[in-house]
């Protein structure tokens, strides 16, 4: 009652934006405890509920209040093999269900989760866990993203061989090549796969499942298989002018970047850059972002990001109650870098010069409700407007697995919305295959691939058990 709630906040602007550091700051020791001191131990935790992976908020927060660092971390890691990405990048969930958000300002239970398991680090906690009996069963983990992790950590520790294959160069899915470093350093990700081969996990990079081991292969060799290789179909803007120079996928953006940033050398006549580009971001969600706070680092002439549905409220409507998911505008630390936001504007055609993208033709978009509540998108007269482009990001979210190459010579089923169908089991249509994350769930977050992870998991363990 007498503790406001504290965020450590973000690095000051003009020192962040030359860097591709993290651009989250932390308490001290004192500022954190007493923000673990606002949870009220509720007698029902809704954080608890608003967590995919079903953190059990309250005990961690009475551990982190006592300064038991080592305890709160044996909590948290308990429910999530992965507080260190969660406690960076998780739109925190939790703390929209928080019930101090009822009335007041949340827990800081992202940050306080951060704070964690960077102590737990620090303090030598968190070490290798080599399983003491091996079970002799063999599974495959098609791709190394957070679900695929998830899986292959609670495999592992249950005593089966587990060995993930990811087709690109190093580990971590879109923790490592679609989230920027300012967002989560990728030397937090080599940190736990340092454990993780220290406990017995096998990491194959450079091996595309599908194309370099067969489907016959794959089946044959391993007792079980757990695909969780994404959904990296991104949605297209088909409109005239898309196939001109300049106008690009964001994740072709965002992953280049990531990749400089590691010190790879990409070739001169593939680089996108946005360095004295008028950037146009086609979309106004988190991958947008991304490619918001990117451009900034890259200095770029000028930023406009354009959203075709209409701008979000402040406040929660009447219809999205506490404690789901608010609906409301979010800012994110690149919003606040310099960039312009618009919403409700549609991209008729991008207009070219030489082949070389040189404009945009944006109109605005009204939306009106039919009897039956589908929402009906109509131009608004005289709204039409060209402006002067120079590099197009399409960031409008991904609209579901790639089904050539590996899904479909496995000959999976797939569910109306085209991603891998499941069970409850997360078990797909061919016996001893089980799928977990964006393949099945389409393109979603951090944390529900880690829980879907560890479902996929549990009953794969339970296959391969029979109990
Ligand atoms: C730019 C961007 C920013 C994001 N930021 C956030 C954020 O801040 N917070 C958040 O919660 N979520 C964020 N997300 C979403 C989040 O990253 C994803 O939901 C999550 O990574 C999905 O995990 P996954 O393990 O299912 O798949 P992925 O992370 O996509 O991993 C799948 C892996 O499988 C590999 N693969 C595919 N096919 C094969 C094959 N045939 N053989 C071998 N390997 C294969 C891929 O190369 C990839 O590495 C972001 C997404 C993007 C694109
Ligand atoms: S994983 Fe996300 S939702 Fe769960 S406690 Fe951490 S920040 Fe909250």
Not at 183 to 192: A, F, H, P, Q
């Amino acid at each position: 009652m007498l503790i406001g709630r504290k965020e450590a906040g973000y690095r000051p602007l003009n020192d962040r934006i030359y860097d591709y550091g993290e651009v989250e700051q932390t308490l001290d020791d004192k500022d954190r405890i007493d923000q673990a001191a606002r949870c009220m131990d509720c007698g029902v935790p809704f954080c608890h509920w608003g967590c995919p992976v079903g953190s059990k908020i309250p005990e961690w927060q009475d551990m982190v209040y006592k300064g038991d660092w080592k305890g709160a971390y044996e909590i948290l890691n308990s429910t999530n093999s992965f507080p260190e990405f969660t406690g960076r990048v998780c739109p925190a969930p939790c703390e929209k269900s928080c019930v101090l958000a009822i009335h007041n300002e949340a827990v800081t239970i992202r940050e306080n989760e951060a704070s964690t398991v960077e102590h737990a680090y620090n303090l030598g906690f968190v070490q290798p866990r080599v399983p003491e009996v091996r079970t002799g069963k063999k599974v495959a983990v098609v791709g190394s993203g957070p679900a695929g992790l998830s899986a292959a950590d609670i495999l592992n520790q249950a005593g089966h061989e587990v060995t993930v294959f990811e087709k690109n160069n190093a580990i971590g899915g879109l923790l490592r090549f679609g989230i920027p470093d300012f967002k989560l350093s990728k030397t937090v990700i080599d940190r736990r796969l340092e454990i993780f081969v220290d406990e017995g996990i096998i990491f194959k990079p450079n091996v595309n499942v599908g194309v370099d081991i067969t489907r016959e292969q794959l089946l044959e060799e391993f007792d079980a298989v757990v695909l969780a290789n994404g959904a990296e179909q991104p949605r297209d803007l088909p409109v005239e002018g898309r196939e001109l120079e300049g106008v690009h996928f964001a994740m072709d953006f965002l992953s280049q970047s990531n990749k400089r940033i590691a010190g790879e050398i990409i070739p001169d006549e593939l680089s996108i850059l946005a360095k004295d580009k008028r950037v146009l971001v086609i979309g106004g969600g988190d991958t947008g972002s991304d490619c918001v706070g990117t451009s900034v680092r890259q200095k770029a002439k000028s930023i406009l990001q354009i959203e075709i549905l209409p701008k979000p409220s402040t406040e929660r409507a009447p219809g999205n109650p506490w404690p789901y998911w608010p609906n409301t505008l979010r800012t994110s630390s690149s919003h606040l870098e310099g960039c312009e936001r618009r919403w409700s504007l549609s991209t008729q055609r991008l207009i070219g010069e030489n082949g070389k993208v040189k404009q945009a033709v944006l109109v605005g978009v009204d939306w009106t409700q039919d009897e039956a509540g589908r929402w009906i998108m109509t131009e608004k007269v005289g709204s039409l407007e060209i402006i002067d482009v120079d590099l197009v990001l399409l960031s409008m979210g991904f609209t579901q697995p790639v089904h050539n190459g590996l899904l479909d010579t496995l000959g999976i089923d797939y569910d109306a919305r085209g991603n891998v169908k499941v069970n409850a089991k997360k078990q797909t249509s061919i016996d001893k295959v089980f799928a977990c994350g964006d393949v099945e769930s389409g393109a979603s977050l951090v944390v529900r691939a880690i829980e879907a992870g560890k479902i996929a998991a549990r009953n794969v363990d339970d296959f391969l058990s029979g109990e």
